[in-house]
């Protein structure tokens, strides 16, 4: 199973960012789907998840910045970033929950500098 990430790059501190997430279909509708960081040598953390229903959860530092979305239609997940701070420079990665079982995309990084 392949998730497929797109849209990190460099940007700087205020500006925003749209990652996109897109998974097979025969998973993606009845997954829970997941933004996930991670910094060298650090952990890999939770940003945003949302449920098949639409039900969505934030990490405390990126709420009011961060908005999770998915498009049932296109499979697709998004993560609107808005506010950009450097301490959100990581790897992004997106990954599917499907009833415990989870896929993970490639990551795409995200850099916030001037």
């Known amino acids: 199973v392949q998730l497929v990430e797109s849209g990190g790059g460099l940007v700087q501190p205020g500006g925003s960012l749209r990652l996109s997430c897109a998974a097979p279909?025969?998973?993606?509708?009845?997954?829970?789907m997941g933004w996930y960081r991670q910094a060298p040598g650090k952990q890999r953390e939770l940003v945003a998840s949302?449920?098949?229903?639409?039900?969505?959860n934030y990490a405390d530092s990126v709420k009011g910045r961060f908005t999770i979305s998915r498009d049932n239609a296109k499979n697709t997940v998004y993560l609107q970033m808005n506010s950009l701070k450097p301490e959100d420079t990581d790897v992004y990665y997106c990954?599917?929950?499907?009833?415990?079982?989870?896929?993970w995309g490639q990551g795409t990084q995200v850099t916030v500098s001037s």
């Open positions: 990954r599917s929950d499907r009833s415990g079982i989870w896929y």
């Open positions: 279909g025969s998973i993606f509708a009845i997954s829970r």
């Open positions: 949302i449920t098949s229903t639409g039900t969505t």
